[in-house]
């Protein structure tokens, strides 16, 4: 069926260190959203990418839409303890009938060791 | 400007009991997005309503199952509840989808959930 691969799954760094999550999708995509959610918190809307092949940055943060808008990433240069958390995709695709679904990752959860 | 409330923050229940758990979104947000997060895992995508419809639904069995009232908030029914049911149940709002597909979905704001623990 149609779903949204997020690897990895689990991620531990140093801090300094740079991390990456990826998010696939066996089916075009909309858009995808970007969620962080802290250790006992509720997800946070980090960003949206739209269009084919946007790249867009946040301080350390970077965030690719493929061109085929089939995949996406999220790049965290010089990991900071801060950054700990899970880091989910959610990605809008519309079906073969034309109704939208909502597709979420299963989240990269990542620990940063100081 | 108050954030997306729900209610209770925790629900206790034994198996083959109902529950209800209730949102209630950002003013001026009509659609609503329910959420089962189970411990250890990922959002696993519940429900979405948007201006009283319900716009899509995972892969849940139909005991699952919510509403939008005329004023956006949403209620989750789980009738029948079983051991695998214990989870925090979040919802989230966003402002309404455009309807043309696409390039128009916005940030979903998350409440604080509702932590359900079936016995």
């Known amino acids: 069926g149609q779903q949204v691969m997020q690897i990895p799954q689990y991620q531990h760094v140093q801090e300094g260190e740079d991390f990456t999550t990826y998010c696939n999708s066996s089916t075009t995509l909309s858009n995808i959203q970007w969620y962080k959610q802290r250790p006992g918190g509720h997800p946070v809307f980090l960003i949206q990418l739209v269009k084919s092949g946007e790249v867009k940055k946040q301080k350390r943060l970077t965030f690719q839409f493929g061109e085929a808008k089939k995949n996406s990433s999220l790049h965290i240069t010089a990991t900071q303890t801060t950054d700990v958390g899970t880091y989910f995709c959610a990605g809008f695709l519309i079906t073969q009938g034309g109704s939208e679904k909502l597709v979420f990752g299963k989240g990269t959860k990542l620990t940063v060791n100081p | 400007e108050a954030g997306v409330t729900q209610s209770p923050t925790h629900l206790i229940k034994t198996r083959g009991q109902q529950a209800t758990l209730r949102c209630s979104p950002i003013?001026?947000?009509?659609?609503v997005y329910w959420y089962q997060q189970a411990l250890g895992l990922g959002l696993q995508f519940l429900l979405w309503y948007d201006e009283g419809e319900e716009r899509n639904r995972g892969n849940f069995p139909p005991r699952f199952s919510g509403r939008q009232f005329p004023n956006y908030s949403s209620e989750l029914n789980v009738n029948a509840l079983e051991l695998e049911d214990s989870a925090l149940y979040l919802c989230?709002?966003?402002?309404?989808?455009?309807?043309?597909?696409?390039?128009?979905?916005?940030?979903?704001?998350f409440g604080p959930g509702t932590r359900l623990t079936v016995l």
């Open positions: 003013s001026g947000h009509t659609s």
């Open positions: 989230a709002s966003s402002l309404s989808i455009s309807g043309s597909g696409g390039s128009d979905y916005n940030e979903q704001f």
